[in-house]
């Protein structure tokens, strides 16, 4: 019993540690750092499959799956973080409409996870025109969400 308890009390702090940090960020500093850097790794892995579909580079079914996999995982990540209190201020391209009107970007977020979603989907069934549509409507949530809240 003494083995079982010293085992879970460490275990359970882990979590506890862990949750908060997912859940929320204590620095406004860090919340930055994290969305550029969830943002940086998206416009790579997007600037990829942007290359296949304008044919700068030959399209791979198989890399563009894999790399809109990638978007579909990142597109699930930052949001929290942009709407962290005091994140507005600092080294930071993001306008502070962000903090005010939260529901209107969280909305904007859940349109992008549903869109990377389903370009994922539609790289898999591996359709390669429906793909390059799929993909335009994914710019548009780039586009319509920088448009309104970035600088
Ligand atoms: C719901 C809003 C939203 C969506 C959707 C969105 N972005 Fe962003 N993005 C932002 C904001 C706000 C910033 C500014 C972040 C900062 O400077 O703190 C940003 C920053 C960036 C940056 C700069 C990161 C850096 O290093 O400073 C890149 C690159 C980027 N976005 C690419 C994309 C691409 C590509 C997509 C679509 C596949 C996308 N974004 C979708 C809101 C969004």
Known sequence: MKKVTQLVIPILAIVVVCSSAYAQFSKSGDAISYRKAAMHL??????????????????DKAAFSKNAAVVKTLSELPWEAFVTV???????????SV???KD???AAAESFKAQAKKLSETADAGDTNAVKTQFGESVNACKGCHSVFRK
Do not use: N, Q, Y
Request: glycine share 14%; proline share 6%.
């Open 104 to 106: 209107k970007f969280m």
């Open 42 to 59: 998206i416009g790579v892995h997007f600037t990829r499959l942007a290359g296949m579909v304008k044919g700068e580079v030959p399209f």
């Open 99 to 101: 903090l005010k009107e």
């Open 86 to 96: 005091g994140s507005d201020k600092g080294d930071t391209t993001m306008k502070p």
